[in-house]
């Protein structure tokens, strides 16, 4: 029985209900079984400082994962893989009977061209992009959009993904929720602190 996994990538500095709102529409749209959130334990993309120690980001995400079609992993780390198309080739490899979908933010397309070979991800997966307010403009000028256009499928096929040949790309818009980490951590920096010390990355299932 072949599974349909989304996969969603990030710093959860810290999770928020706004990855679990966009996740559980994300899941709705394509049809997954699931989605992983892949706790980065360092983006190469993002400043080390006003980042919080990787096992309380997980520890925020797995929280945040509570009670839905949503694990929490730490993989990364543990396969000591910094960058995501090395990430996406070893999940691949390692789960032949899970059909993997990319999921990322307008925000990151918008940048996704000076990701480290981000057209192999391109043929690695196909790529769900979730618009967001204030990127979205940016995103669809992007020089990674330039090479992905011709790749573009409809948003009324998006559960069809599993029949796609790559480079594939479909646009989703979901109505936004105003959760930023941004926002969160400024009102409190030390968020991470709070019980910080009994967090534990041990979790059998991830």
């Not at 349909?4 to 959860?12: A, C, I, K």
Request: charge should be positive; proline fraction near 8%.
């Amino acid at each position: 029985m072949i599974r349909r996994v989304g996969l969603l990538g990030g710093s959860f500095n810290p999770a928020h209900r706004g990855h679990r709102h966009v996740t559980l529409a994300a899941i709705r749209a394509l049809d997954l079984d699931e989605a992983w959130w892949l706790v980065s334990p360092g983006n190469p993309l993002k400043p080390r400082r006003g980042m919080a120690p990787f096992a309380a980001r997980v520890a925020s995400a797995r929280r945040m994962a509570r009670r839905a079609p949503i694990r929490a992993s730490a993989i990364e780390q543990r396969l000591h893989t910094r960058y995501t198309v090395d990430t996406l080739r070893v999940l691949q490899r390692r789960f032949p009977k899970i059909r993997f979908i990319w999921i990322m933010g307008a925000d990151n397309l918008a940048q996704f061209h000076v990701w480290k070979d981000w057209r192999t991800i391109a043929r690695t997966m196909p790529i769900a992009v979730i618009a967001r307010p204030g990127y979205d403009g940016r995103a669809l000028a992007a020089p990674a959009m330039g090479w992905l256009r011709r790749f573009r499928r409809p948003a009324r096929q998006a559960s069809d993904w599993t029949e796609w040949s790559v480079p594939a790309l479909v646009l989703l818009r979901f109505r936004p929720d105003p959760t930023s980490a941004t926002q969160l951590r400024a009102a409190d920096p030390g968020w991470y602190k709070h019980g910080a010390e009994s967090l534990s990355l041990a979790h059998p299932a991830n």
